[in-house]
C-alpha cells in the first residue's frame, strides 16, 4: 500500500525542521567550547609527566646496585658533600683525595710508603713491613691510617689484594716497575717523584709520616715527635741535639706538618734539583739545609732521636724504647729481607718475655748480620748514604 503524498511529505518536512532546530545551539556550544580549551592551553605550561605528589607507587622501588669503592661504600657520604657523578675513570687527583681523606686521621694525619713490583711480591718487604704494624706496641691500628702508594700496575694490584688504603701514582714516561740500583738515574728520577709527590700531599691540608717500606714498627711513633717541629727526619747519624744542622739526616722516615712553611719548604728543595743536577735528594737536602732561603722560609726542622728511630747505620739499642728500625746501611733486597725477619724474630721474643723482665732486660738486636758493613766503611758519614 503506497503511503500518501501528504503523509511522505510531511514526514520529511518535520524532521529536517527539527534538525535544523537542534543544530544551530549544537554548534554555538561546541564553538564556546573550543574557544576555552584553546584559552586554557595558552595560559598552562605542558606537563610530560604528573608531579611526585600525584603519582602513585603501587609498589616499592627496584634497587638498582651499582659498582661502587669498597673503601667508602659502607661509611654513607655526608648530605652537605655528595659523591659526584663519573661520567668516566677518576683523574688521579680526585683518586689522591679520594683516597687520603678515608685514611687520614681526626686531625687530617695520613701514614705513608711507597714501592714498586720489586719490592712488592708475595714474601718480598711488604709483607714484612706490615707484619711490624701487627705484633708491634700499639701499632696494629695505625694500619687504619696507612696509604700505600704504588708507583707500577702489579704494586698496585699486590697493594688492593692485602691493605685497604691504595694509591696508583701514575709518572708518565717513566717505568718504576723493576729493581732500582742506588744512585742510577732511575733511582734518582723515582726518589724525586716521591718528593713531589708529598709536596702535593702537604697542599692538600694533610700532615704526614712518611716511611720507606724496608723500616719496621714496633711503636706508635707519635708521642715520640718534637711539638714545634715542621719537618722532622730520621738521621744516619744522631749527635745529641734536635736542632743541630749537623746531623746526618735519612730521608726514609719524616713527620711533616701541613702548613705554608712546610709547603715552600718542599717547593724550595724540589727545585733544587735542578741546581745540583744528578744528585740524590737527600744529599740535596743536607746542603740546603744551610741556605739562607730555607732560613727565610721559617721551616722549624727538627732531627729525630737513633735512640727511638734507628737502623743498621745508628741501631736504637733499647728495644723498650724503639718505635721504628730502618734497614739503611744495606744494599741488595735478599740482604734487607734476610736482616728485617731477623729482626721481627728479635722483636717477637723480646715481647714474648713478662713485663717486668722486659723493662729490666737489656735485650739487643742480632742484626745486622747480611746487611753488616765492612769493617771502616760506617765511620765516613759520606758513605753511609745507602738504602
Known amino acids: 500500500m503506497k503511503s500518501s503524498p501528504a503523509v511522505s511529505v510531511f514526514g520529511g518536512k518535520a524532521a529536517d525542521s527539527a534538525t535544523r532546530r537542534w543544530i544551530s545551539p549544537l554548534l554555538f556550544l561546541t564553538a564556546i567550547a573550543l574557544s576555552?580549551?584553546?584559552?586554557?592551553?595558552?595560559?598552562?605550561?605542558?606537563?610530560?609527566?604528573?608531579?611526585?605528589?600525584?603519582?602513585?607507587e603501587l609498589s616499592p622501588p627496584v634497587a638498582v646496585r651499582w659498582p661502587v669503592d669498597s673503601a667508602v661504600a659502607s661509611d654513607p657520604l655526608p648530605s652537605s658533600s655528595p659523591r659526584p657523578v663519573q661520567n668516566g675513570p677518576e683523574s688521579q687527583d680526585v683518586r689522591l683525595e679520594r683516597v687520603l681523606r678515608a685514611a687520614a686521621?681526626?686531625?687530617?694525619?695520613?701514614?705513608?710508603?711507597?714501592l714498586n713490583a720489586f719490592w712488592s711480591t708475595p714474601g718480598s718487604v711488604l709483607d714484612l713491613f706490615l707484619e711490624s704494624f701487627r705484633v708491634?706496641?700499639?701499632t696494629n691500628e695505625l694500619l687504619n691510617h696507612l696509604v700505600i702508594v704504588a708507583v707500577d700496575d702489579k704494586a698496585y694490584e699486590r697493594c688492593l689484594a692485602v691493605h685497604d688504603h691504595c694509591f696508583d701514582l701514575k709518572t708518565e714516561g717513566v717505568d718504576f716497575s723493576g729493581e732500582k740500583v742506588f744512585n742510577t738515574p732511575e733511582y734518582l728520577d723515582m726518589m724525586w717523584a716521591r718528593l713531589d709527590f708529598l709536596r702535593v700531599v702537604l697542599e692538600k691540608g694533610?700532615?704526614?709520616?712518611?716511611s720507606d717500606v724496608d723500616i719496621m714498627w714496633f711503636r706508635n711513633p707519635l708521642p715520640f715527635f718534637y711539638p714545634d717541629g715542621d719537618f722532622q727526619i730520621s738521621c744516619d747519624?744522631?749527635?745529641?741535639?734536635?736542632?743541630d744542622l749537623k746531623n746526618w739526616p735519612n730521608n726514609g722516615f719524616n713527620y711533616v706538618?701541613?702548613?705554608?712553611?712546610?709547603?715552600?719548604?718542599?717547593?724550595?728543595?724540589?727545585?733544587?734539583?735542578?741546581?745540583?743536577?744528578?744528585?740524590?735528594e737527600q744529599n740535596v737536602l743536607n746542603i740546603i739545609k744551610y741556605h739562607q732561603h730555607v732560613r727565610e722560609i721559617g721551616v722549624r726542622i727538627r732531627f729525630l732521636n737513633t735512640k727511638h728511630f734507628g737502623g743498621f747505620c745508628e741501631p736504637s739499642r733499647d728495644l723498650n724504647k724503639v718505635c721504628t728500625m730502618h734497614a739503611n746501611c744495606c744494599i741488595g733486597l735478599q740482604r734487607k729481607i734476610s736482616d728485617l725477619r731477623a729482626m721481627l724474630d728479635d722483636w717477637k721474643k723480646f715481647m714474648s718475655l713478662p713485663p717486668d723482665i722486659r723493662i729490666l732486660s737489656h735485650y739487643s738486636w742480632s742484626v745486622p748480620q747480611s746487611c753488616r758493613l765492612p769493617p771502616g766503611l760506617g765511620s765516613d758519614k759520606e758513605k753511609n748514604h745507602h738504602l
Open 237 to 243: 747519624n744522631f749527635l745529641g741535639d734536635p736542632t
Open 206 to 210: 694533610y700532615s704526614f709520616i712518611f
Open 136 to 138: 708491634g706496641n700499639g
Open 36 to 56: 576555552f580549551t584553546l584559552l586554557y592551553r595558552t595560559t598552562t605550561p605542558a606537563v610530560l609527566f604528573p608531579p611526585a605528589s600525584l603519582r602513585v
Open 105 to 114: 686521621t681526626g686531625d687530617n694525619t695520613v701514614i705513608l710508603t711507597s
Open 257 to 280: 706538618k701541613s702548613n705554608n712553611r712546610s709547603i715552600e719548604f718542599y717547593k724550595y728543595w724540589y727545585s733544587s734539583r735542578a741546581r745540583y743536577p744528578g744528585v740524590h
